[in-house]
Structures are given as structure tokens and as C-alpha cells.
């Protein structure tokens, strides 16, 4: 694992400035959803639910998005190595077609049928109506994000993390602040409570598209804007979008849709209001402690891409490939510690004090903490396997295969058949969701030592 690990002090270099912003990125997106939390949570345990419930239908779509974003990247990786910026500018204009079109058509479903939508998440008559209630004003702000995710991960693909870093950062900021002030009234803004959580959400998200389009237009330098090849990217990137970006979007649609049938499994079992609430509370710690996991995947994807775009031999590659799994191993281990931190000094004297849960919920919570601590260490080298490896050098199929073969053949028919024919209890329940992680973690581990996923996807002329 040592020699592993001995690299040119410049490739440390590199990672370390195409992470952090990452992170730090992600780390302001996860606190705003843990100030949503904190802040909706003050309103009552059903506003709490609710939020969490309509957020898991936004989820699979954020996560769609993401996929369609992601597709592209695989591309816009690769010949960010051969430096053809024409190339990207196609396979961005493809990213942002689709993203319009997936965002439009949803948020439109939403806004016009929130109460049918919110069902299917639970049978809680209170939390439909919370759930409705804030997904109605939401719904069409994820048009604008999809739209300025696309951006920023090119760029991002472009070894440029720091634009995604500042545009969250602010975005998040802008969302807190106006949380504070129309939930609860503050500044002489009327007391909205749920919808004015809403609404802040709404607003940061139209300021966060207007610095995304200022940029691009005004300050962008590493991919110069050419209106030719991004609103008509042609047949051929059309092609290879469509061969090398569907299993990806399939991939996190699947996978999106699978992690959130355990909210509507959980939603569905006896005492769902104590469960959703303290799965609620569990989600946001379990995102902001995956943020390090997820900055260290990421940069991983844009090393290798790049260093496949760019000709480098396959063994050196796979190398790199080697290099950057033993790092996930170890962030695995730290990463997984601050969950069982939080659940030591936070949990009982600040965090449920503040959301006002049931005790029954409290119990709940620490046990899907505890249980938490072992999700993140595999979230962590899975993250690295799928996203870093195997997706960043070009293997999408194989990706996608392992990231959901396991949870809708074993994971989700377990929980559903441990809650709804056995009625056996949370922890059980809970333990089968996490178990998909583990075997993922496995098989994994084998298929990226076989060192076949190194893929070049690039085109000598576009």
C-alpha cells in the first residue's frame, strides 16, 4: 500500500487543487441542506418529514441531471486531454438540450400535480401536505440548477473546480440567509414558515444561473464559448453522447431512484413519522460527511480522463488508477469516524434539542448513525471505484452494471420483504439497505485490479 502510494510530489499537487474546491463545494451544498433541516426542523417534526419526503422525489431528479452531466463529462474528460474545445462545446450542447428538457418536463409534473406526486413517497396525510407544499414553489428552480451543473462541470472536467466552488458557496450563503428571513420572519419579511424555505431555494437558485452566465460570457478563458458547435453539435458527438452517456444516465436515474425507494419504504412502515424523522436527520449527516469521498472521486475521474485523452500508455494509467484507490481506502477510514463523532457530542445535547423529535425518534437516530459509520467507509472506495476508475477511464457499462445490479436484486427486495412481510424492525431493515455497499465494495475492488477499464472514447477528427 506504501509504494502504492509514492507518487511525483506534482501529481499530489494536482489532486489536492482539483479536490478541495471540490469539497469545499460540496461541503457548502450539504450544509445548506443541513440548515434546511435545522431551520424547517424548528417549524415541527411533520414540516421536518416533509421536507425530507419531497427532497427525495428532487433527489432522482437532481440525480438524472447529474447523470446527463455526467455522461458528458466522461467526453468532455477525454478531450480536455487532446485540448479540442470545439469537441466539448458539442458535448456540452448536448448536456444542456437534455438537462432543459428533463428539468422542464418534471417540474412541470410537480408544480401542476405536487399532492399525487408526494404520495408515492408516503402514506402520511400530514407529511403529503407539507411535501406538496414546498415541492410546488421548488419545482422549476432545478431547471436553473440542471442548466448551471452542466457549466460547472465541464469546467470542473476542464481542471477548473474553483468555479463550481465560488458559485455554491455563494449560491448557499444567499439560501441560508434568506431561509433565516422568510421562515421566520426576520427583517420585516412576513413569517412564510415551509414556504418561505421555498422560496429562498427558489431565489438562490435564479442569482446562482445569473453568475454562471456572467462567467461564461464575460471571464471564461479555459472553454471559450462557440454558439456554432454548442447549439448544433452534430451527428457525430450525437452519436457518441448517446453511446457513452446513457449508461451513465441510466446508471444514476436507476441508482437515484433505487436509494430513494428506501425513504418510501421507510415512509410506508409502522411509526413512519418517527423513522422518517430520523432518517431525515441521518441523511444530512451522512451527505456532509461523503463530501471528502466525493471531492477525492471526482478529481480522480478528471485525473484519468485526462491522462487517457492526453495518450498516456495503458500501465501508467492504471497505475494512477491503483494510486487513487488506496487514497479512497484511507479517506474511507477518516471519513467514517465523524459520523460516530457527531453521534458522541452532537446528536443528543444540540441536534435533537433543536428539532424537537418523539423519543422514539431519538432512538431511531442514534442507531442509523452508529449504522451510518460503516455506509460511509464503503460509500467512500465505492464512490472511487464507479466514478473515479471505472467511469473517469471510459468504462461506463461496467459502472453501471455494478452500481445497481446489487440494489434492485438483493437490496431493495429485501427491505421490502424484512418490512412488509416479516415486519421485522428498523435496524434490520436499515442494515439490508447498507448491505448493498459491502458486496459492491467487493466486487468492485476485483474488477478494477483487472486494470480493463482503461477506454479512449476520443475521435481524431470531430
Known amino acids: 500500500m506504501i509504494k502504492t502510494l509514492r507518487r511525483p510530489r506534482g501529481e499530489y499537487s494536482a489532486l489536492f487543487a482539483l479536490m478541495i474546491p471540490i469539497i469545499l463545494q460540496n461541503l457548502a451544498s450539504s450544509s445548506l441542506g443541513l440548515a434546511d433541516t435545522l431551520m424547517v426542523g424548528v417549524l415541527g417534526q411533520n414540516e421536518l418529514g416533509g421536507l425530507n419526503q419531497a427532497n427525495t422525489v428532487f433527489f432522482v431528479i437532481q440525480l438524472f441531471t447529474f447523470g446527463i452531466q455526467s455522461g458528458g463529462s466522461v467526453l468532455i474528460g477525454q478531450y480536455w486531454g487532446k485540448r479540442d474545445i470545439g469537441a466539448i462545446n458539442r458535448v456540452m450542447g448536448m448536456s444542456f438540450y437534455l438537462s432543459f428538457a428533463v428539468g422542464m418536463l418534471t417540474a412541470t409534473a410537480i408544480f401542476f400535480f405536487p399532492t399525487q406526486i408526494m404520495s408515492f413517497t408516503t402514506n402520511d396525510p400530514a407529511l403529503i401536505d407539507c411535501a406538496a407544499r414546498y415541492a410546488r414553489i421548488v419545482a422549476y428552480s432545478f431547471v436553473l440548477n440542471s442548466l448551471s451543473m452542466v457549466y460547472i462541470g465541464a469546467q470542473r472536467n476542464a481542471e477548473n473546480s474553483t468555479l463550481g466552488m465560488v458559485v455554491l458557496v455563494s449560491s448557499s450563503a444567499i439560501n441560508i440567509v434568506l431561509n433565516y428571513i422568510l421562515i421566520f420572519g426576520k427583517l420585516g419579511a412576513p413569517a412564510m414558515g415551509l414556504e418561505g424555505a421555498a422560496t429562498a431555494t427558489l431565489i438562490s437558485r435564479v442569482c446562482e444561473i445569473?453568475?454562471?452566465a456572467a462567467y461564461a460570457l464575460f471571464f471564461d478563458k479555459k472553454i471559450p464559448l462557440m454558439p456554432k458547435k454548442l447549439f448544433r453539435p452534430g451527428k457525430i458527438i450525437a452519436k457518441d453522447y448517446i453511446k457513452y452517456a446513457t449508461p451513465v444516465v441510466i446508471n444514476e436515474t436507476l441508482w437515484s431512484f433505487g436509494y430513494s425507494m428506501y425513504a418510501v419504504i421507510f415512509g410506508h412502515m409502522q411509526g413512519a413519522a418517527d423513522i422518517v424523522a430520523a432518517y431525515s436527520i441521518t441523511g444530512s449527516l451522512e451527505r456532509i460527511m461523503l463530501v471528502l469521498c466525493n471531492g477525492v472521486g471526482t478529481a480522480a475521474a478528471v485525473i484519468i480522463s485526462k491522462e487517457i485523452g492526453a495518450g498516456r500508455r495503458k500501465e501508467d494509467v492504471v497505475q494512477?488508477?491503483?494510486?487513487l484507490l488506496t487514497l479512497a481506502f484511507i479517506t474511507g477510514i477518516i471519513t467514517a469516524l465523524l459520523p460516530f463523532l457527531t453521534e458522541r457530542f452532537l446528536l443528543d445535547s444540540v441536534v435533537y434539542k433543536v428539532f424537537r423529535v418523539s423519543s422514539a425518534a431519538e432512538e431511531i437516530g442514534h442507531m442509523m448513525v452508529l449504522v451510518t459509520v460503516l455506509r460511509v467507509f464503503v460509500k467512500t472506495y465505492n464512490y472511487m471505484v464507479i466514478v473515479g476508475v471505472l467511469r473517469g477511464g471510459?468504462?461506463?457499462r461496467a459502472a453501471m452494471i455494478l452500481d445497481i445490479i446489487f440494489m434492485?436484486?438483493?437490496?431493495?427486495?429485501?427491505?421490502?420483504?424484512?418490512?412488509?412481510?416479516?415486519?421485522?424492525?428498523?435496524l434490520v431493515v436499515f442494515l439490508l439497505a447498507v448491505s448493498e455497499d459491502i458486496i459492491k465494495a467487493v466486487v468492485g475492488g476485483v474488477?478494477?485490479?483487472?486494470?480493463?477499464?482503461?477506454?479512449?472514447?476520443?475521435?481524431?477528427?470531430?
Open 320 to 323: 494512477t488508477g491503483n494510486w
Open 210 to 212: 445569473v453568475i454562471v
Open 447 to 462: 474488477l478494477c485490479s483487472r486494470g480493463t477499464w482503461v477506454r479512449n472514447l476520443t475521435r481524431d477528427e470531430v
Open 408 to 426: 434492485y436484486l438483493w437490496s431493495i427486495p429485501a427491505c421490502l420483504i424484512a418490512a412488509f412481510v416479516f415486519h421485522a424492525p428498523i
Open 394 to 396: 471510459g468504462n461506463v
